[in-house]
């Protein structure tokens, strides 16, 4: 059972009160901080679970943090910034975030989207242990995949999505049940996130990017993952 200690990363007071207040009211154990060096050394020395992770702190841009998380760890992080041009959340997501909220915000919306994440760490899902698709190699029990016999250095929601595509390798997949099915109930309009993380995906494991072998574009509809020997 994953961590549920959220480290909140917010130097606004108000909304820092807020989502105390908020987690206080629904149980989720939590630790606040209001800059980035706080942050590092919060999540070094208590099992956090999630992040939610403001950008503007006053030791620097909350995006570097993200990075120093990925070298350690596949926590899930939530960005929540007043930034909401299409810039700042690819290269978030580029990044390694998991998810990105624009303030102001819904306190339900966002405790749906923890939910999710939470959800997504805990169950799991009735599959086979390993499963092979041409280069790749998902190993399930171990949550890892792997690209031509290396390890593949993926982000929890990067994983969460190749995953989903090799289990249902040559089938067409709308955009909606992409979202649904990886991202959870209320993501399926969030068209923006799924092309940031194909785009993504691409860049790990297609020879060339114009003209991908795996995860093919189907107009209009949402993709396709081809796998030529998929091995059940």
Not at 36 to 42: D, E, P, S
Not at 110 to 117: D, F, G, K, Q, S
Not at 168 to 188: C, D, P
């Amino acid at each position: 059972m994953i961590s549920q200690t959220i480290l909140i990363v917010e130097d606004d007071i108000s909304v820092r009160k807020l989502l105390e207040i908020t987690f206080d009211q629904y149980g989720y154990n939590y630790i606040s901080t209001d800059n980035i060096t706080n942050a590092i050394i919060n999540f070094k020395t208590h099992n956090i679970g999630l992040i939610i992770l403001d950008l503007g702190l006053p030791d620097g841009d909350g995006k570097e943090l993200i990075p120093i998380i990925r070298e350690v760890s596949k926590v899930p992080i939530i960005i929540v910034s007043a930034r909401y041009d299409e810039n700042n959340i690819i290269t978030a997501l580029d990044s390694g975030a998991d998810d990105y909220i624009k303030k102001p915000f819904s306190i339900s919306e966002l405790l749906a989207r923890i939910r999710a994440v939470f959800r997504r760490k805990n169950t799991q899902e009735n599959i086979l242990d390993n499963i092979i698709c041409s280069d790749l190699e998902l190993d399930n029990e171990n949550h890892v995949i792997y690209f031509k016999k290396e390890y593949l250095k993926l982000t929890p929601i990067e994983y969460e999505l190749l995953k989903y595509f090799i289990i249902n390798a040559n089938k067409t997949l709308t955009h909606r049940q992409i979202l649904k099915e990886v991202w959870g109930i209320g993501y399926q309009n969030e068209m923006q996130y799924l092309r940031s993380y194909v785009n993504i995906l691409r860049k790990k494991i297609e020879e060339n990017r114009t003209k991908p072998s795996y995860i093919k574009t189907e107009s209009g509809i949402g993709y396709r993952f081809c796998c030529g020997n998929k091995e059940l």
